[in-house]
């Protein structure tokens, strides 16, 4: 079992910056990969961005290309979503994931995770 717990979230103008992190606890020798979602009230959870531990590749949403940044630290086995020029449709509860079986690709689908953390709700005022 792994257990993940997201801190970070808060309220913040837009323009503005905010910086997620994903503590991993448990087997987190058997994650592959790690990544964000999120859930906006009335809408489905989507893929916002993931990486793969073996070889640091990264896949992110066209919605936050450019704008949002996943990193990790695995002495650490945490997980971090550096969220920059945040916009009022950002305001979403984030969730991270993490897959605990191998796959050569960096999955944006929510089915191909095994284990999710409570969420932390971030809010972008206009």
């Known amino acids: 079992q792994v257990q993940l717990v997201e801190s970070g979230g808060g309220l913040v103008q837009a323009g503005g910056s905010l910086r997620l992190s994903c503590a991993a606890s448990g087997r987190t020798f058997s994650t592959y990969v790690m990544g964000w979602f999120r859930q906006a009230p009335g809408k489905e959870r989507e893929f916002v961005c993931a990486?793969?531990?073996?070889?640091?590749?990264?896949d992110y949403a066209a919605s936050v290309k450019g704008r949002f940044t996943i990193s990790g630290d695995n002495a650490k086995n945490t997980v971090y979503l550096q969220m920059n020029s945040l916009k009022p449709d950002d305001t979403a509860v984030y969730y991270c994931?993490?897959?605990?079986?191998?796959?050569?690709?960096?999955?944006?689908?929510?089915?191909?995770?095994?284990?999710w953390g409570q969420g932390t709700q971030v809010t972008v005022s206009s």
């Open positions: 990486i793969r531990w073996s070889s640091d590749s990264t």
């Open positions: 994931a993490a897959r605990s079986t191998y796959i050569w690709t960096v999955p944006n689908d929510s089915g191909k995770y095994d284990y």
